[in-house]
């Protein structure tokens, strides 16, 4: 496993709520340039990353095109939203998961069968879509977030292939974590909120022990 390189690799945001914003001060720490676009206004989010991620930028979500690596952070619902074009050619994180309270009642996005990542691939085919930072609480994650080679990391379940899975795993050791893959994207049903270690803030051991014992 090689040491990531960390400082100077370019984060895009999209979502400037509490995992988005999280993530964001994590990449900061890190050394990462980080780009925060909201899907609300452009003044509130701008108020919202200068309070709680100051030193990211705050653009557009078009502006997120050409980020190393792209995370969705925003409500599953809102998808539609993006224009596919924006991630074209993108590495994309897909951190969000299926909340009848927040999404409303979508039953395409509640089959096991089908994990959600396969429609945010579906939906953005041009992108290279991998699961991950999606099964642990944000709280969790700016609490267990620690410096390479600590013996006290927790493990990040990711899930997807090739190329993007390897700077996926990258990003998530330069935030604090170990990288913890567990299969394809249509694998990645174990991370979502009926999964076996979805809530879990645990060693990467510990995480691929629930996940083989569910397995």
């Known amino acids: ?26 990449a900061l720490a890190a050394g990462m340039t980080v780009r925060v676009a909201g899907s609300g206004a ?11 991620a100051p ?38 994180i897909d951190a969000m998961n299926y909340w009848p309270e927040t999404d409303g009642v979508r039953p395409e996005f509640d089959d096991p069968s089908h994990p959600t990542s396969s429609m945010v691939a579906e939906r953005f085919v041009d992108a290279r879509v991998v699961k991950a930072l999606n099964h642990v609480a944000f709280r969790d994650l700016e609490a267990g977030a620690k410096p390479l080679g600590s013996p006290y990391r927790i493990g990040v379940g990711l ?16 935030l604090g974590f170990d990288a913890v893959p ?8 174990v991370l979502e909120p009926r999964g076996p270690v979805f809530g ?8 691929r022990a629930r996940i083989d014992a569910a397995r």
């Open 42 to 52: 452009a003044i509130r989010t701008r108020q919202v990353v200068a309070m709680f």
């Open 182 to 189: 567990v299969g394809t994207l249509a694998e990645s049903g």
């Open 55 to 92: 030193g990211a930028e705050t653009v557009g979500a078009g502006d997120v095109m050409g980020a190393d690596v792209v995370v969705l952070a925003m409500p599953l619902s809102a998808i539609g939203d993006i224009d596919p074009a924006i991630l074209r050619g993108a590495i994309v």
């Open 1 to 26: 496993m090689s040491v990531p390189v960390c400082a100077g690799t370019v984060l895009g945001v999209i979502g400037a709520g509490r995992l988005g914003l999280a993530v964001a001060r994590l």
């Open 159 to 174: 899930a997807g292939e090739g190329a993007a899975l390897d700077a996926v795993a990258d990003v998530i050791r330069c």
């Open 200 to 207: 879990a803030a645990v060693s990467a051991a510990q995480l």
